[in-house]
């Protein structure tokens, strides 16, 4: 039997015509309010935590006075930890109660009695003669550091008689590890409408270091030795005084290289020192 397409009636129409409306008001409703969302996330606070840095001491710190009618200013004694936290572009800063000295009974310096308060490390409320002028607050955090480094050059002393001296490039790679000191700065420059800030971070080290690379193994090298040429493994070993920008690490290098096969006896540069320059990248 020949079947025919049903015929929708006016009202299914209608119906339809309605649904089609609501699923359009409901993706431009989403739509809006995704695009809404995204614009308060864009505009909103920005904060970030520094971690845990000691102050440099004797800077001031300024807090509100009660119903923030006025501030008030304390000098930072020695040894003090404190909690880092930008806000746009305040540096607000929470000591840590446990690196407070006890209670002085002095208005003037920070101590246990103010461990409740968090503080600003600018005076952002104060008066008119610190327009136009520089203020600097500056923290530092020493620490165990490990670094991946590539050491793009080197430069290797004469041998001899026979074999000069001379730059050496190849491919490499190698660890660093030390003792590692970093220093942050978080400067702010008041006008007369508003403020600028600036948030640096420099940092500066002293270790050691390994790395692996090929090394050229010829006649000329083994005092003619050998008669042949090839390339061999060789690791490199020494000390490094680091000099770091935010993660990245600039290194020099006092290094010995050795070559890892039978034939180590015979290569002039087996366990002879070198100075080179360091790349590096911070671990942690």
Known sequence: MRSFPAIKKDGDCA??????ILIVFVVVGFLGCLVTGCSLLWKG?????LG?????????????????IGTVQKIIP????ALLVTLDDTLLVEPIIATLPGNDNNPQTLDKSDSSFTFFAHNYFGDAPTRGKEDAFRVWDSHFDVDAITIPFKYRFRQGTTLPGGFVSNANVG??????????????????????SE??????????????NPVTVNPWNTDYRLDVEYDGLGVNYGIAAIAAYQQMTVGLLLGFEMLLDENARYWVFHHK??????LGLNLN
Not at 52 to 68: A, F, I, N, V, Y
Request: with cysteine; aromatic share 10%.
């Open 199 to 212: 948030l640096t971070s420099v940092a500066y080290g002293f270790g050691v270091f390994s790395s692996v």
């Open 52 to 68: 845990e840095w000691t102050p440099s001491e004797r800077q001031m710190l300024t807090m509100r006075k009660e119903h923030g």
């Open 273 to 278: 020192p070198w100075i080179g320059v360091s």
């Open 175 to 196: 660890l660093y590890a030390g003792w590692r000191v970093d220093v942050l700065t978080h400067r702010i420059m008041y006008t007369q409408n508003t403020c600028l």
């Open 45 to 49: 606070t920005s904060t970030k935590s």
């Open 78 to 81: 020695p040894n003090v930890r």
């Open 15 to 20: 119906e339809s015509s309605v649904m089609r």
